[in-house]
């Protein structure tokens, strides 16, 4: 799959950017490890020239994992010099900031990868054997009742019903962050520049699901024939479904007639009470036509999640910290849950720059402007991301066809 | 060119959409003129059955022209009967003027087509011989003097500036059409669903450019090596312009050390003063960033539209009607000039769903909707559109990557 | 299919040989017809500049069929004068006959091109509706009784059975022609480069089927699994039974629960004992093995040919003057039946050159010499081959998974 | 490269021959020390199963190369008891032998891979250091004087000219082996069922080049512009070149104005009196041609070895025990040299069956016979053979575009 790097790239590809946007520019006479690593680690930043083409990143049997590490150690230390030496020079600690929030998007990814790796050798290899299992009984899920297509679910959901919605109110709102009041250049605080500049935009009256669409909800639509159905489809997710042959999310297979989805733990029997993983965005839409209802635009989920959530939440959602990988069935209870952590959120907006965006000067202006276009945002976090890296603000994007990711459904009406 | 379609199979499919939709549906006992034909001349209504795969359809044979020409007037007979027995039924007759715009729409995809098949074949024949060419001196566009990138350009342009700016206060407003109330079974009046429902977005200020980029500006940025720069290109973009080894608009050739531009009226050098068309809307895109500048927003577009335009203005822009096939040099004069005909002009708004927007019911439904994803809306018109099918919120939408449409660029800021 | 050429393409291009080889060599002062006529209608020869890519060809609506009629009109009336300027110049003379051998070669590949322009097009459109049918009851074919896998079948094949074996002695024996001793200038002795020099090469003791394998007994193999089991195939015929989808030869389909095979004359009932036809040489390999036997070389077929035919077998075998354009069943009798007409006949050698070739100097050289690589040799002509354009030493080839040739199967052992 | 597969691939594969076709059919009650093992490691074997996809061999991080050991030791272990416990059992002692000479033909693929990997990798790793560099000065290659094209080099060539043609009559010769006569389970004395059986071909007289060509002649054929000339190339050829872009033979490279050549060794300056290695059989006849010359059938070859050469040849070649991995100049003197290791030598016989060739019953008849379509014979071995493996009579095959094989070029007339 071109999107996914071997491991070792990761592990050098962020010594890389340390190494190319702070050692290089900022310690005078600095000599790079390696005169072809540049060539090697560059992901994207053509403003700093050639670099080794994505889809072969995986022929590379040199330089060794241990030729890597040896990398990673002295960048590393040179970095804790620099870091004694600029201390006080803002420009230089945004820098470090934003390599660090860098270094936990490619932790993410790290995982992403691996698991597509293990998922797609036919050995099925467990990449983690002691991980916690979340319980197969979710009692509050066992009558799944997701409203049916044409049905006025009511917004308050009856007590028996496992799928509520919450109502918000409409009106002229204010989203993303002012970039110019964050101090960018401490590790708390940061927020990329796609997060702003705030603005405001009109919203109608909302109501978004009060919990993730689950894996045996999501059963339902592929039982009832969603995968042979174009009428659910946009046009381009219905042309994957053909191509791919898609009839399930990624990582679902059947064995001696049960569903089994592959996890870092290795190869697990469903479980119908989960959240919904690995979908793409055209999945996650065509679910939500299916069912009468639509995916949220990123600016209710800011919303509501500005409305909703505590500092508490950003500690209790099932993030990397609680070492599952996996997402978890929503607890008990009402309101709004799960809004952070278990799986991104696949919205129905677009990727764009909010309205007087601009990317920074320079090299670092690539990390995120020159990718907005066929993009979906999502929202939220998973159970891959860390928990210190998330905002209510935060915008996470993939083309819709992306499933590797750990993506999965919150409907909205 | 997968997009293009023989001019054959438009005059078919056209027929067809009244045959299956009107005819089929509406005339008990209706046999179909051939019953091979749905299967030939079905474009993508996947709810009507299989059909012959679109880059095959280059390859057909047969039916002949005469045979089209023949299904065409079976057709058009039957219609003809139909309308007056249907007379007064508000469903048939929404349907026959659905069935009106939809071939108004393929008359410029006829447009587009033929000069795509013109264009790549080697002797580069003429389609028209007759066409009037605008006339070559423009003197109002004598001294191109865009804004350079970085310099604050005035928004109230200088006299003997040639591109000014219109500025447009913000604020919360309304765009898109109410269909609900538009008499949607005439054809006056008519609207897409895709341009309803009719709802409040927030706007910041934000001015337009007074006139279209011309070649000569377009020239300046070739010159200035803007297809050699990453720096200017979303990613996609410059993957598109490294694969296809794009570096000129659509149609444009060198010959003896000039620029000639391919036409419908052949080959003609290329005029500085005229619109740029047949650019991508990821040039669209890279031009405005090199230029300091930025592509409108639909909404922006629309609001200046709903402000600035009567309806002298539908009647004088260059469209079909006039009969040039080919946008012209901006009027003299101030004040926001070209908005309508000449080019359909790039946004950067992705093609999504107005909140609330719901398809029709049937295959109909599959018009508009299903086409929601990685396309970015287009507004104006063109010189190949008719001017009876257009309106202030009218929104087309292609690719980022098509070219062949004639599409062309106003900047905003 | 990139291997088919419109119509008129064959047309211009064969006309344009004469035109480039003999108009523009040989006659002061010519002028081309048009000076792009070259680009668009040279096929293949690297000498003679750029060209058209060939899977363009197909989408060239200028010039039309009646432009290139008036092409072939100006080159026919200054050929006419050429050859009564040139009267006795041997060079031009030979060039004459080639440029005839030449336009017979593009009259079958036309045969071949409109045959799958035709049976591609779902509609299944007739070419010629006054086709005679040869006759489905073929009383000598009545019981086919192929030798199964790994029976010895008696070289002379018992009465009852259909299919029998002649015998032949091996030796050293020659092959080919000696091309310095033919009258090339004329018509008749004419022969291609590739045809020669004569030379000897040595034969084991063979036995060649007396006549070819029917639709009958090629159904026995599809419905025995052949297109199933990969241990009759070549690895690379095996891939391309995967890949293509393949279950049949090119042609035939099922409908009703019959099987149906497209010709010239329309689709028509599959008779079992005409020849197989439209299987590529990977099929024609993959049933000898699975019938025990194997294919002949080129150069058994040849030796059987020089012993066996007589001039009355040209004028009786079912070339294009029988205008059938498809192939007949076996006559009855006893002897070596259908070696010319019906199909060309694969054989098992690859298509390289005699000991002692060398291809003519200049462009003409280009003619045979520069395929000789990953193509299987074919003997004997088809139903859409002239009489006059056959001999017992004329090698066609085509690569081995072609199949919209006339080709089909005679065994060896 | 899709024909590149990683080393431990080849280090299980072996091990799975082992484990498959002697423990799996000879050693009742055998288990497979995997399960999913045969699936992984099966090369081409449609006869045993599903079999993991060729492109897909690089992507499995699991197996590890640890695993991979263990697995090799444990067939090892049993395989050890097994040739103890069948002593005197033909059949399982002829299959051990087969396995041996699989096991080599590995050594050398190996070889060729981890060139290919390491070539491939932008810090062009070296995976030998202390491989010995053959002399740069051969001071009898000093003058280069190949024939020129057209010009008539005599087949006894002068003193000064360092490139002779050693001259053989032709007539009836027998070739290949009598596979029926040979100890078949013996080690010493196998041969694979290609190599026969032993038959007459007649032979005219020929001549054959007393050395390889010289990476110093190679670079002539360059330099007056060989790979831009479409007449020295095969149609295939030509179409190559231009789609991959072909310059020099593969792992050559231009440094600051020099040529370097990529060896097992690292990058070395090129040396003129190496042999010319890595080119494709189509640049080996293209050169060919160029000089006027052709390449050697594969009956030419081995008529000229089995008269040429002795026991003490097969010590002396520059086989893979020599260690040098890489060819070396060749050695002063007159006669044919260079016949054994150095490069294999690109024969223009398409490989096909000897006449009555048949291939092994079962699973093992896949290792030779279907691969006998669109490939060349390539003779005499190459520094990475053993020279254990060959003999004159060995038949190597490759498509003629192959090149990351050691291959090179001898003439012949």
Redesign the interface.
């Known amino acids: 799959m071109a999107d996914v790097s071997p491991p070792k790239w990761h592990l050098a590809h962020v010594s890389w950017f340390f190494e190319t946007f702070l050692l290089g520019k900022h310690w005078p006479g600095y000599r790079p490890f ?1 005169p ?1 690593y540049n ?2 680690f560059n992901s ?1 930043y ?2 700093l020239g050639d670099r ?1 083409p994505r889809p ?1 990143r ?6 060794t994992v241990r030729d890597i590490y040896a990398y990673r150690q002295a960048v590393d230390e040179a970095m804790a010099q620099l870091i004694v030496q600029e201390q006080g020079n803002a420009a230089v600690e945004a820098l470090v900031v934003l390599g660090l929030h860098h270094e936990q998007q490619h932790q993410e990814l790290l995982l992403m990868d691996i698991k597509h ?2 998922a ?4 099925r ?1 467990v990449y983690r054997a002691d991980l916690a299992v979340p319980d197969l009984a979710a009692p509050d899920l066992a009558a799944p009742d997701l409203a049916a297509p044409g049905s006025a679910a009511p917004s308050a959901a009856p007590a028996h019903s496992s799928l509520g919605y919450q109502s918000f109110s409409g009106g ?1 709102v204010e989203i993303g962050l002012d970039l110019g009041a964050l101090p960018l250049d401490q590790f708390e605080g940061f927020a990329f520049d796609n997060e702003g500049p705030r ?4 919203l ?1 009256d909302f109501s978004l699901a009060d919990r993730l669409v689950t894996n045996g909800e999501y059963l339902e639509f592929i039982e009832a024939g969603g995968y042979r159905q ?2 659910h ?6 042309a994957k479904v053909q191509q791919q042959g898609w009839s399930a999310p990624l990582y679902w297979e059947q064995r001696q007639g049960s569903w089994w989805v592959m996890t870092l733990g290795g190869l697990r029997v469903m479980n119908p009470a989960e959240p919904v993983c690995h979908v793409s965005g ?1 999945e996650a839409d065509a679910f939500a036509r299916w069912a009468g209802q639509r995916l949220p635009t990123e600016a209710e989920w800011e919303r509501a999640a500005s409305i909703s959530l505590g500092p508490a939440d950003f500690q209790q959602g099932n993030f990397v910290e609680q070492d599952l990988l996996h997402p978890r069935p929503a607890p008990g209870g009402t309101g709004l849950r799960q809004l952070l952590g278990d799986v991104w959120e696949w919205t ?3 990727y ?2 909010y ?2 965006y601009r990317p920074a000067a320079g090299a670092i ?2 990390y995120n402007g ?5 993009q979906l945002v999502l929202r939220g976090g998973s159970c891959a991301t860390a928990h210190s890296h998330i905002r209510s603000s935060y915008r996470n994007f993939f083309p ?1 066809e992306a499933r590797w990711l750990f993506g999965g459904i919150r409907l909205a009406r």
């Open positions: 390696h072809d060539y090697c994207y053509e403003a080794h072969q995986g022929l590379l049997s040199r330089p790796i293990l797609t050798n036919p050995l290899p002229l603005h405001r935009v009109y109608e174009p009428q489809w946009l046009a381009e997710g219905w055209y129905q907006s677009s764009g720059p309205p007087g202006g690539e020159k990718f907005m276009c066929n819709p």
